[in-house]
């Protein structure tokens, strides 16, 4: 996964697995919270799918809602872990 | 190693377990709980770090050491309910937080590796179990960063008694994933009070009770994580529950499961021995398939977790695994408590099962209806709770 448009795909996947169809597409500045499109399990799993694609491990305590507002904010907490992870050397 | 080396090598350990717990059992007959704990903890099953298992048990993780330790303390014969409060406080408290806290704090916690402090896991109220964004416990935070929790929990092992609790309360008003945070509770204060042990039928040897916080002042740094991150932990800390709590059942399943067969083996009726029946025979032979499976699940669980894999990965296993084990223990249980007959009645007869703590264990960890839900959403069902 290299960009925010293909986190993207991978919520819209999951949210439609959850519900069985897509009433909404999720583009990098929908409001995942508010509009309440994910709910906890959907939280969970879509942490689990990032940590499996990318290779990392997203810590518990960056589980937060100022990381899932939108996809954007989720990206850039993605990227703030893997930078994380590259300069303390792999973990 | 080879799979048959890593058997002989977890068959090792389970035996020094096993050696060094009757030891420690028999010097603290009678005693209270916590000395019996004290005494258990001795043997390192606690430390957070334990002791490279050398000798004959060398080569196992940390989880499987500890694993094959809490089973060698059930074959032991340690209480049923001191070993799950032991499974429960190493894997379902310590494991999961290990990597979560600093090693300040941590180290603020006081002796939890040697047995002198005590923890409890606090999440059930009496409104709700399973369903933990409908709590009303609240931590509220004040200007200086500090906290104050009001609020009662009910229903949590070890709560008469423990030091300080691990404690899931609401930092914001709304039900969302993110309303919930996790807290590092001295119980020692004043403003907790403790409830009398409730007169509980399932695992007695371990009280349970309830805590109720009248404004307690919580500084910043007992605040587990970040706000808002209560219910990924909580992810997390389930995760290690259901993987790993029932390896409390292991070694009282295999005491259970050797005394049924030498009671089949002398038992005489009919003009012959009981086991030479062929329907006692396959009853024997189910217990031990019960126990065979519970096992290779859980050992299969602490492998994956030492070889690395995060609980949050795993969580789908984890809540096979918790289920598999918790009905096949009430199925196991139910065969012994037949091929007793009138002794499995009888207190003192040496066959008398404890029929409800099994049954317990489809309770707590999540309901084993709820896992189901789960189990089911996780292969595409668009089931919800
Ligand atoms: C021995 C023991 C030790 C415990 N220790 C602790 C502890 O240390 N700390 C702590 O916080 N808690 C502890 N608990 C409490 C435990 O976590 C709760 O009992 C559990 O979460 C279930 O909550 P409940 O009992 O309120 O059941 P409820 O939520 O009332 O559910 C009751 C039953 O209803 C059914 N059900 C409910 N909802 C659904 C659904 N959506 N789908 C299908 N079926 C459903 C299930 O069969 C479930 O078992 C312990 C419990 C036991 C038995």
Same mark, same amino acid.
């Given at each position: ?91 | ?156 092992? +070890? #709560?008469?008694? *423990? @030091?300080?609790? =691990?404690?899931?309360? $609401? ?7 993110? &309303? ?100 006692? +025979? #396959?009853?024997? *032979? @189910?217990?031990? =398939?019960?126990?065979? $499976? ?7 669980? &602490? ?83």
């Amino acid at each position: 996964m290299k960009n925010a448009d293909e986190l993207c795909s991978l919520i819209q996947e999951i949210i439609d697995e959850a519900s069985g169809h897509a009433d909404e597409k999720v583009d990098p500045s929908t409001p995942l919270l508010i509009s309440g499109l994910v709910d906890s399990l959907t939280i969970m799993r879509i942490v689990a799918r990032v940590e499996q694609r990318i290779g990392i491990s997203f810590p518990e305590t960056e589980v937060v809602a100022a990381n899932f507002r939108t996809p954007t904010a989720l990206w850039d907490a993605i990227e703030a872990v893997k930078g994380a992870s590259h300069s303390e050397g792999a973990v | 190693m080879t799979a048959q080396g890593q058997t002989s090598v977890v068959e090792n350990a389970v035996a020094s377990a096993a050696k060094s717990a009757r030891s420690a059992l028999s010097r603290t007959t009678g005693a209270d709980f916590r000395t019996r704990w004290k005494a258990l903890a001795a043997e390192g099953l606690l430390s957070d770090a334990p002791r490279p298992p050398s000798g004959r048990a060398a080569g196992l993780g940390p989880v499987t050491t500890a694993l094959a330790g809490i089973e060698g303390i059930g074959l032991a014969g340690a209480p049923a309910g001191l070993c799950y409060a032991l499974a429960s406080q190493r894997f379902g408290i310590q494991c999961p937080l290990r990597p979560v806290l600093s090693q300040e704090v941590r180290h603020s916690l006081g002796d939890v590796a040697g047995g002198d402090v005590l923890l409890c896991h606090a999440l059930t109220e009496e409104g709700g179990g399973s369903d933990p964004l409908s709590m009303s416990t609240s931590a509220e935070r004040q200007e200086d960063g500090s906290y104050v929790l009001t609020g009662m929990k009910a229903f949590v092992t +070890a #709560a008469p008694i *423990a @030091d300080v609790g =691990l404690v899931f309360a $609401r930092t914001s008003a709304d039900r969302t994933p993110f &309303a919930l945070s996790a807290f590092l509770v001295d119980l020692r204060v004043p403003e907790v009070k403790r409830s009398d042990p409730f007169r509980k039928t399932a695992l007695t040897e371990v009280p349970m009770g309830s805590l109720t916080f009248g404004g307690v002042r919580l500084a910043p740094d007992r605040l587990v994580g970040h706000e808002g991150s209560g219910l990924a932990l909580l992810t997390v800390t389930t995760a290690w529950e259901r993987a790993m709590l029932l390896s409390y059942a292991l070694g009282p399943m295999r005491r259970v499961l050797e005394r049924t067969v030498d009671w089949c083996k002398s038992r005489e009726h009919f003009g012959r021995k009981m086991g030479s029946s062929h329907l006692v +025979a #396959a009853r024997v *032979a @189910d217990m031990a =398939l019960a126990l065979h $499976r519970s096992r290779e699940l859980v050992y299969r669980m &602490a492998a994956r977790l030492d070889a690395g894999e995060r609980p949050r990965q795993l969580a789908a296993d984890a809540a096979l695994t918790k289920i598999s084990v918790a009905e096949d223990y009430v199925m196991f249980t139910q065969q012994a408590t037949m091929l007793g007959g009138v002794r499995s009645f009888i207190e003192d007869s040496g066959l008398c099962p404890d029929l409800i703590s099994p049954m317990a264990a489809s309770t707590y960890a999540g309901p084993n209806d709820l896992l189901r839900v789960t189990v089911a959403r996780e292969l595409g069902l668009p089931v919800e709770n």
